[in-house]
């Protein structure tokens, strides 16, 4: 499905009540849950899933394999790298119902998140931070920290091209 406004590739969907922006590029295996708000000039790659209580800003990119859950807003201009992981329950468990309990996560404009980096629900990443691939980040990130490891740690600062600052 596409139309004049943004493109959807055939193998995915855009539920009835989404809000998809305009020159938004969706590729293949995606699924937009009703609710969810897509900013302009997005790219979503293979395989993302947006769910209905998800905000996502202009000049988003998200990369393949990535699932962006309810109560999760991205700002303008983030990179999302391949299968970077939110999540949205502190205690999950498959026998309790917790969606009452998710926690809102927010990634301010520009931020970096690298491929394979989990940030647990609840925490703000601050603008232009950029977070390493594979980091695990359980608590808020300032806003230009260049962020690594389990658990992720500040190890300096970038500037707003992402270059480490000395």
């Known amino acids: 499905m596409s139309n004049k406004l943004f493109y959807i590739h055939e193998s995915s969907y855009a539920d009835e009540g989404a809000e998809i922006g305009e020159g938004t590029k969706i590729w293949h295996f995606c699924h937009i849950m009703p609710g969810a708000k897509i900013g302009k000039n997005c790219s979503l790659g293979q395989n993302v899933n947006i769910g209905s209580r998800a905000v996502i800003g202009n000049g988003v990119k998200i990369q393949n394999n990535v699932s962006v859950y309810d109560d999760v807003i991205i700002e303008d201009d983030v990179f ?29 404009k520009g931020a970096s998140i690298g491929a394979n980096a989990t940030i647990v629900c609840g925490v703000t990443i601050g603008e232009y931070a950029l977070i390493g691939a594979g980091s695990v980040v359980t608590k808020d990130i300032p806003a230009y920290a260049l962020v690594y490891g389990n658990p992720a740690r500040v190890h300096g600062a970038v500037d707003i091209n992402g270059d480490k600052i000395n």
């Open 80 to 108: 999302c790298g391949p299968s970077c992981v939110f999540t949205n329950v502190i205690n999950p468990r498959s026998f309790v119902e917790r969606k009452h309990e998710y926690k809102k996560t927010i990634v301010k």
